[in-house]
């Protein structure tokens, strides 16, 4: 398997799908619809998507059934990147190498831009719900669709409290908090929500949520190491504001050597817990390399 091939081959099938669920028609919030867009289509590795994707295609190939959670999960995922990037949390100006949704439209369209992609996230799995007449399916629909509910929750609470914590001495135990629900809690369900659907037993789901919480730690952890001695030209947004703003990452609380001890250890034991699932999770596998080894 080329892992480069399969990742761009995901990216597009996400990108198209995310394409149909754009609003274009004229109405008078025409321009609030263009700066939904305007983040949604900004590019970004989509690797929520792709984790329910993959997953879900370790155990059934009809992905189309996923395809709907996969995009609500990039929504809730991009209006967290318009909100976070809001002069009155992190108050940046690039994303994606490109201005960030507040400094090309303006602030009241950014925060509303990020609250119309949260609702529609919503409005998306709400349409597929209503077409689903098996009992089963239905039932498993549910299940995700509550898990979603909590992880958005979880997400927020994290933000929050990285928010509070700027500046401030923070123990091992609330820096862990803050990137299991900031970050980790969206990628887990990400996992979680490919494999319910698909309908696996709770032995599998176990091991596939161990997998998930250690690749959602290890993606933050990446994310602390990068803001400290990332490349700007090729992250596509600012280096070293982490410490300008004195927030509480591993790497601040680790040192960089530190982080990047616990990256590697947390990344092997990621793989080992898909080890009995040979080929069909070899792309899960890269994965959790590919998150380890990122630049950007």
Do not use: W
């Not at 398997?1 to 028609?25: A, C, H, P, T």
């Not at 929050?160 to 700027?166: A, C, G, L, S």
């Not at 789901?205 to 001695?229: M, S």
């Not at 817990?273 to 630049?295: C, P, Q, W």
């Amino acid at each position: 398997m080329d892992f480069k091939e399969e990742l761009k081959k995901y990216q597009e099938l996400v990108n198209k799908s995310l394409g149909k669920v754009v609003r274009k028609k004229e109405c008078p919030e025409k321009i609030l619809n263009e700066s939904m867009e305007y983040s949604l289509m900004a590019g970004g590795k989509r690797l929520r998507p792709i984790l329910v994707i993959s997953t879900y295609e370790i155990f059934k190939n009809d992905i189309e059934k996923c395809i709907p959670y996969a995009l609500s999960l990039e929504m809730i995922h991009n209006f967290s990147l318009i909100h976070d990037d809001l002069p009155g949390i992190d108050n940046d100006d690039i994303r994606h190498g490109k201005p960030t949704n507040h400094k090309k439209y303006n602030e009241a369209t950014a925060i509303l831009a990020g609250d119309g992609l949260l609702n529609g996230a919503y409005i998306v799995i709400s349409d597929d719900l209503k077409t689903t007449n098996n009992k089963e399916e239905l039932e498993k629909k549910l299940k995700v669709f509550s898990e979603f509910s909590m992880a958005v929750d979880r997400m927020i609470a994290g933000e929050y409290v990285d928010t509070e914590y700027e500046g401030k001495e923070i123990t091992e135990e609330y820096l862990d908090y803050i990137h299991k629900n900031k970050t980790g809690a969206l990628l887990k369900l990400s996992v979680r929500m490919g494999a319910i659907l698909a309908g696996v037993n709770e032995e599998d789901l176990n091991k596939l949520t161990n997998y998930a919480d250690k690749i959602g730690l290890a993606f933050q952890i990446k994310d602390d190491i990068l803001g400290e001695i990332g490349n700007v030209e090729v992250l596509g947004k600012p280096v070293g504001k982490d410490k300008e703003m004195k927030k509480c990452t591993f790497v601040s609380k680790y040192g960089l050597k530190g982080a990047e001890e616990i990256l590697e250890k947390i990344t092997n034991e990621a793989i080992e817990e898909l080890k009995e699932y040979g080929k069909k999770a070899e792309f899960l596998k890269e994965l959790a390399l590919y998150i380890k080894n990122r630049s950007k």
